[in-house]
T-cell receptor, first 114, second 116 residues
């Protein structure tokens, strides 16, 4: 199957700082990418849908000014957690949608905000 | 509304036992996809199967098998002769076809412990 990478795989930051997470589709072009958040022992919750060259669509309850998404190319989407706080600590997973409408998930990024 | 219910929060079995993970879904769409994913402690989602709503054939892949019953909106997953390496969280998911791409809806997950 196709490969999606995320960088970094884990990050620890201080409260109030911003953190950028990259999601790359390595061997396919992803017009659409999704960002999920997973709290410990919970399921994946869709945060936003990112379309290349346009604004992301955020799910209800997700603050778009806090979670900035940029899908600048067909292989890269970034999620920036601005002014991170401890409650933002979570496992963030991205996925890319192939031209065959198959969804491939990245390995996730574990964010810890102190 | 779309919804996926995995009623079993945790299951604990002894190695070599068979175990079935239940999944019940709700959707008004006539066309949809159902998935099972495995999430080991490392966190990375491992794709196991995708099933089209028009295909009710059961599937077997090694020790894994899936039973899709449209009449009861269920898509259950059975592991035969479980092994310690099967210990993970398993997610059932539903993907309704929508304009602009799929949005996968995940169940709460079932944590499987397989003891040696």
């Amino acid at each position: 199957g196709a490969v999606v990478s995320q960088h970094p795989s884990w990050v620890i930051c201080k409260s109030g700082t911003s953190v950028k997470i990259e999601c790359r589709s390595l061997d396919f072009q992803a017009t659409t990418m999704f960002w999920y958040r997973q709290f410990p022992k919970q399921s994946l919750m869709l945060m936003a849908t990112s379309n290349e060259g346009s604004k992301a669509t955020y799910e209800q309850g997700v603050e778009k000014d806090k979670f900035l998404i940029n899908h600048a190319s067909l292989t890269l989407s970034t999620l920036t957690v601005t002014s991170a706080h401890p409650e933002d600590s979570s496992f963030y997973i991205c996925s890319g949608l192939s031209s065959y409408n198959e969804q491939f998930f990245g390995p996730g990024t574990r964010l810890t905000v102190l | 509304a779309q919804k996926v219910t995995q009623a079993q929060t945790e299951i604990s079995v002894v190695e070599k036992e068979d175990v079935t993970l239940d999944c019940v879904y709700e959707t008004r769409d006539t066309t949809y996809y159902l998935f099972w994913y495995k999430q080991p402690p490392s966190g990375e989602l491992v794709f196991l199967i995708r099933r089209n709503s028009f295909d009710e054939q059961n599937e077997i892949s090694g020790r894994y098998s899936w039973n899709f019953q449209k009449s009861t909106s269920s898509f259950n997953f059975t592991i035969t002769a479980s092994q310690v390496v099967d210990s993970a969280v398993y997610f059932c998911a539903l993907s309704p076809p929508e304009t602009g791409g799929f949005k996968t809806i995940f169940g709460a997950g079932t944590r499987l412990f397989v003891k040696a």
